[in-house]
């Protein structure tokens, strides 16, 4: 029996059978077609070798048309017998609609949604593109941009229009930049631009005046009218040798400028060393933070979106410094990665999550994030294994939640950890999917149990059309490959209900419950049944 694909042909060496679907996809009679050899429809000599190979495994390649023009397709070969004889079919699936989907995807990936500037990520990408490609004795220059009271302007105009100021800016700026400079939304109202082949700082300075220059234009707008900027910048590989450090060098500078009056610009300068020796003293503090009980896990609730039960609860860092209090995660987990630190605090958060989580009477999931530096560690699985047996906590209630830019740096090793992971009966979570590489090819190849859409996107689905499109694409990417799909940052009915509208699994979310001790969430870890989100629980609804 023929498989149950659109597009087939049978062949020995040459076609002697198609079906109607394939002679239309080739724009060629079947007439035509049959006695052809290969070459004739897939000129690929590399992708022929393969498939007369007799792999079993899909192979990509192009579909030659009558005009000349190719489509992507997928060929999988198989053993038959046909007229009597042994021959080979060939089942090949159109990839067109495919390969556009994930173009499209792509790009909404690595453009900021609101400005259509390209994200952090793809910056940094271009920054290391550019530092490898410099000669000997050329130079580049990044310069950091920060509005001027950008809060201001949200507080008095409101948001719209602080998104119509971060527009305007964003197009003023890559009006006055030639062809090889490079603008890019890092964040909020922060903003860089990558210079390459700059000649001598001057040459900076003069590109810094014109950006301010053109941020000054009046309009008759008068939240337009607010709009000016402080400028760091930092040139390598006078100040800097890599594009951390460059970047990092850059944000000091910007610092300097605000501190001294904003509306204006600053190079990097040794002097402005401060900044560094608190990294540092940040660095061996951290290190002692498991030591001294200074840190502790909060919990957030993940709800199911129909019937409104908490699934489970994702485990979040908190460190109280002695001296500084509370310092965010998004400071000291950067520096954790950096210096390693990440492995025994890393360590750390899985035994206590797991520790937590087995005295629930509830059989509730614990998800814990694990970083780029942990995943890569060889004894990683066997000390998540030790883990397990310690604690006792079923593996199946454990979920490791794993950004996709943790996968691309190895992706062979990856793999194979994710594998022995899996292997343990943990399950495995793509987080923050849409802010790195977003590769369809990655959701196929890695052993995901779900997929989890970045708060980012969540937060502008009523408001701007492209992050729509995103989180609607991931969702239907979702039910495609049968991965249940949750959506962070939640914090509005209305995002909750376009949710609800795009049939998203799971939700969590300010919304739906603010990070807190797990003693706040007995109702739902000890409880008889699982119940809906209650008023005596710490939730907050955002208007």
């Known amino acids: 029996m023929l498989p ?4 087939w042909f049978a062949m020995v060496k040459t076609i002697v059978s198609v079906n109607t679907s394939f002679a239309a996809l080739t724009g060629l009679s079947a007439s035509n077609l049959v006695g ?8 690929d000599k590399v992708a022929r070798a393969r498939l007369l190979s007799g792999s079993s495994l899909p192979i990509e390649t192009g579909l030659r048309h009558l005009d000349g ?5 997928e060929l999988i070969l198989r053993p038959i017998v046909f007229a009597g004889r042994p021959h080979h079919v060939v089942a090949v699936r159109d990839l067109q609609a ?5 173009q499209h995807i792509h790009y909404l990936a690595h453009h900021d949604a609101l400005t259509s500037l390209p994200n952090r990520s793809h910056f940094n990408g271009r920054i290391d593109q550019e530092i490898a490609a410099l000669a000997k004795g050329e130079s580049l220059a990044v ?54 082949g700059v000649a001598n700082p001057a040459a900076a300075s003069r590109l810094a005046e014109t950006i301010l220059e053109t941020l000054r234009m009046t309009s008759d707008t008068p939240e337009i009218n607010s709009i000016s900027t402080s400028i760091g910048i930092a040139l390598y590989p006078d100040d800097a040798t890599d594009r951390q450090a460059l970047l990092t060098h850059a944000d000091t500078a910007l610092y300097r400028a ?14 402005m060393g401060t900044e560094v020796r608190e990294r540092r003293m940040l660095e061996h503090d951290l290190r002692l933070a498991i030591a001294r009980e200074e840190l502790r896990l909060v919990f957030q609730p993940q709800q199911e979106i129909r019937g409104g039960n908490v699934t489970g609860f994702e485990a979040l860092l908190r460190w109280k410094h002695p001296t500084r209090g509370d310092i965010s995660p998004a400071i000291f987990i950067p520096v954790a990665e950096e210096t390693g630190a990440i492995l025994e605090i890393g360590d750390w958060v899985l035994r206590a999550a797991c520790r937590e989580a087995v005295t629930w009477t509830q059989p509730l999931t614990v998800a814990v994030n694990v970083s780029a530096v942990q995943l890569y560690n060889a004894d990683f699985v066997k000390e998540l294994h030790q883990i397990l047996l310690e604690t006792g906590l079923p593996p199946r209630r454990l979920e490791i939640e794993i950004t996709e830019t943790a996968l691309v740096r190895d992706f062979n090793r990856a793999l194979a950890t994710l594998r022995q992971i899996k292997a343990l009966g943990v399950r495995i979570a793509m987080d923050d999917f849409g802010t790195g590489y977003s590769s369809l090819s990655n959701l196929r190849a890695f052993p995901f149990d779900k997929i989890k859409i970045d708060g980012s996107f969540v937060k502008s689905v009523n408001s701007n059309d492209q992050a729509a499109t995103i989180v609607r694409a991931v969702l239907g990417l979702g039910r495609g ?25 799971e939700v969590q979310g300010y919304l739906l419950g603010r990070p807190a001790a797990i003693a706040s969430f007995r109702n739902f870890t000890h409880a008889d049944a699982v119940l809906d989100v209650g008023d005596d629980l710490p939730v907050t609804k955002s208007a």
């Open 258 to 271: 605000k501190s001294e009056g904003r509306n204006t610009y600053r190079f990097f300068e040794a002097s």
């Open 69 to 73: 023009s190719t489509t992507p397709v």
């Open 143 to 196: 310069l950091c941009l920060d509005l001027d009271r950008f809060k201001e302007v949200n507080d008095l105009f409101g948001h719209a229009a602080g998104d119509k100021v971060l527009q305007t800016a964003a197009s003023r700026v890559t009006a006055v930049l030639d062809g090889r400079h490079m603008m890019a939304r890092l964040g909020g109202d922060e903003f860089a631009v990558l210079m390459p």
């Open 481 to 505: 490959l049968g991965l249940p799909v949750l959506a962070e940052g939640v914090e509005t009915d209305a995002e909750l209900q376009f949710l609800q509208d795009e049939q998203c699994d």
């Open 36 to 43: 052809a050899g290969l070459e004739s429809c897939f000129p």
């Open 98 to 102: 495919r390969k556009e989907a994930e």
């Open 4 to 7: 149950s694909r659109d597009f």
